[in-house]
């Protein structure tokens, strides 16, 4: 535990019973009236968790009660950022409202200079933000909390605060994962000693959630939920890790979890992502009934949008992106190529979530030898892609091009172009693995490395796609098409022992799959009789 400062001894913040449910423990010392620490306490507890509405309601609380307490507005503003892990320029109304609780929190005042620090870091995420970039911005609110940290050095919190800022910082084309390394270490150290602590379990899984860290936070992954188990997001995001391991029916189970608990909640935004994960690896484990009773829902779903809709770590984007994202898994994860384009776009603020559509449906288009409705469709993403330009968001504007590519591979290949689709394909591979997909979604809807390896089966050459699959599942492990396209390609390159181990573990993957399933499926049984 960290040392009290002088005037917070006796208001240690703990969380107490009259505040519903289990958030876990948070200690955060502050200068705030007696009476507030309650509030506070819940509030901070449920900021860890990501649970923004909540916990606004329980700072302003605290507010009302104590209109001195300039550290409650400081919880506010960075509730108001919302999930840092969210890709997506924050709007301009966003910014305005947090900028003006800072404003509020430095004339409400803090009684001691620590708090008047933390006060000051997180300006610097809506400081002059109508000309400063928002990567700008998180990396100077990051280095103020690491001048927070080096300044109150037993200040836990300040360091917890910091890992975070650290790990939502990283540069997703930074492959070695410096910093995301650095923050998990410091919340490993931190958790030994406050192993009840939401924010540092949750951290830990956030720093790790790239292919080649998934593993260190298995830990973190399990113990999550039991902390917070009354949150949504405490509940959904151990699935993040079992996601990244290919631990379907651990991701299946947290999830359901977690959107019962958010549908309770009212935060839709929050039921609809783990919505989007649950089908996902419904998918990969071929159980697609349960995956279509899903899809059935969404509208339902969307529907009963609650009043706090969006106030769970889950921004609109997340929400507008399982809205397209969850039908067009069910299609293409099937190949189902004609379905994929009757696909319905769903217009939106977010270009990036309606190129999801556009994608799908150029894709089953082009699969499906209808390069016309195909190309069409491709029109449609670079008008995405030029308006995301516009729009500066450069991140989305890389992931979208990737699309459009192997989009356009696809038609290539349609139209007897195989040297050029295979140039476009391997392009889309290499762009995708020098990214890192967003945390608003459990992977790409088509890994452009396994849409290579299918193409190269496509155009004969088995040998070639099975290294290109093997790629796919070091990154995408137990992905279906993956592992069955290993498979073929094992079998077709007269490599029958490796061909009977992907099959096998199709199988295993596959248990709770529906019977007989996919053509896939029926020929692993035969083959590992």
């Known amino acids: 535990m960290q040392k009290l400062i002088p005037l917070a001894v006796a208001l240690l913040c703990v969380q107490h019973a009259e505040h519903a449910g289990q958030f876990g423990t948070v200690h955060f010392a502050n200068s705030c009236s007696a009476n507030v620490q309650p509030a506070f306490a819940h509030g901070m507890a449920l900021l860890h968790s990501f649970e923004f509405g909540p916990a606004i309601d329980a700072f302003t609380q605290v507010t009302d009660m104590d209109s001195g307490c300039g550290i409650a507005l400081w919880g506010i503003a960075l509730a108001q950022w919302g999930n840092p892990f969210s890709i997506g320029a924050r709007p301009a109304p966003m910014l305005q409202a947090g900028r003006g609780t800072v404003q509020r929190a430095i004339a409400a005042g803090a009684k001691t200079q620590r708090e008047r620090d933390y006060i000051a870091a997180v300006g610097a995420l809506y400081a002059n933000f109508e000309t400063v970039d928002q990567r700008t911005r998180m990396a100077a609110y990051r280095d103020a909390m690491n001048h927070v940290t080096a300044t109150y050095p037993d200040d836990t919190e300040a360091a917890t605060f910091y890992a975070l800022a650290l790990a939502a910082a990283a540069d997703p084309a930074e492959k070695t994962y410096t910093d995301q390394r650095k923050a998990g270490a410091l919340l490993e150290k931190l958790w030994e000693a406050q192993p009840d602590h939401p924010g540092l379990a949750h951290y830990i899984i956030h720093s790790y959630d790239v292919p080649a860290l998934a593993s260190k936070a298995a830990e973190a992954a399990r113990r999550y939920a039991a902390i917070a188990p009354d949150s949504p997001h405490a509940l959904h995001m151990p699935s993040h890790t079992f996601t990244r391991l290919g631990y379907w029916q651990d991701s299946i189970d947290t999830n359901i979890r977690s959107a019962t608990a958010a549908r309770r909640a009212g935060v839709t935004n929050e039921e609809l992502h783990a919505t989007d994960y649950e089908v996902y690896a419904y998918l990969q484990t071929a159980q697609d009934t349960a995956a279509k009773r899903l899809v059935d829902a969404l509208p339902g779903i969307v529907a009963t949008a609650g009043r706090n809709a969006s106030g769970g770590a889950a921004p609109p984007p997340a929400g507008a992106y399982a809205i397209a994202a969850i039908p067009a898994r069910y299609v293409l994860e099937r190949g189902a190529w004609a379905d994929a384009v009757r696909l319905d776009v769903h217009r939106g603020p977010f270009a990036y979530t309606e190129a999801i559509t556009w994608f799908a449906r150029a894709l089953g288009a082009a699969r499906n030898g209808d390069v016309a409705v195909a190309k069409d469709a491709v029109d449609q993403l670079q008008k995405d892609i030029d308006r995301l330009t516009s729009e500066k968001e450069t991140y989305w504007v890389e992931q979208v091009s990737i699309q459009n590519l192997g989009a356009t591979a696809w038609i290539a290949l349609a139209e007897g172009r195989a040297d050029e689709a295979l140039a476009a394909m391997r392009e889309a591979a290499d762009r995708e693995d020098r990214s890192e997909k967003s945390a608003i979604t459990p992977g790409p809807l088509a890994p452009a490395r396994e849409l290579l390896g299918e193409m190269l089966l496509q155009l004969k050459r088995p ?67």
């Open 463 to 529: 040998k070639d796609a099975l290294v290109e699959f093997k790629s796919t599942m070091t990154k995408e492990p137990n992905r279906f098409r993956a592992v069955a396209g290993a498979a073929r390609a094992a079998a077709e390159s007269g490599d029958h022992a490796a061909a009977r181990q992907y099959y096998a573990q199709l199988l295993k993957i596959c248990e709770k799959g529906d019977a007989p399933g996919r053509p896939e499926l029926q020929a692993a049984r035969a083959a590992t009789r």
